[in-house]
């Protein structure tokens, strides 16, 4: 049975830092396009970054460009996203899901994704 765990949500103040991990158990991390997504209250689901199967090339939204960072440790069997600067606006439930086409991380597509996890909550605020 695959499984997909989201862990390191939180609370934090705007400008504060929290580093998320998407730990695996049933597939290999490294066989797969792993992305992360984000889901506002009141809002659809929105593509954060993604990091290929092929090479390990990240892709991000604009508004996570220059501020997170998407990585394996494949002896872990886990994707991290690294979140610096955060604001108000990232705010959300962060799920993270894996695809078997790296197709899926070019447009940070919903679609395509063959496993989800259940979420981890963000709440940045002062």
């Known amino acids: 049975q695959v499984q997909?765990?989201?862990s390191?949500?939180?609370w934090v103040q705007p400008?504060?830092?929290?580093?998320l991990s998407c730990a695996a158990s049933g597939i290999t991390?490294?066989?797969y396009a792993v992305g992360w997504f984000r889901q506002a209250p009141g809002k659809g689901p929105k593509g954060v970054a993604c990091i290929s199967r092929s090479d390990s090339t990240p892709y991000y939204a604009d508004f996570a460009k220059g501020r997170f960072t998407i990585s394996r440790d494949n002896a872990e069997n886990t994707v991290d996203l690294q979140m610096n600067n955060l604001k108000p606006e990232?705010?959300?439930v962060y799920y993270c899901a894996a695809g078997p086409s790296d197709y899926v991380c070019l447009g940070l597509y919903t679609n395509g994704m063959d496993y989800w996890g259940k979420g981890t909550p963000v709440t940045v605020s002062s």
């Open 90 to 92: 990232d705010t959300a």
């Open 4 to 6: 997909l765990v989201e």
């Open 8 to 10: 390191g949500g939180g």
């Open 29 to 31: 991390l490294d066989d």
């Open 15 to 19: 400008g504060g830092s929290l580093r």
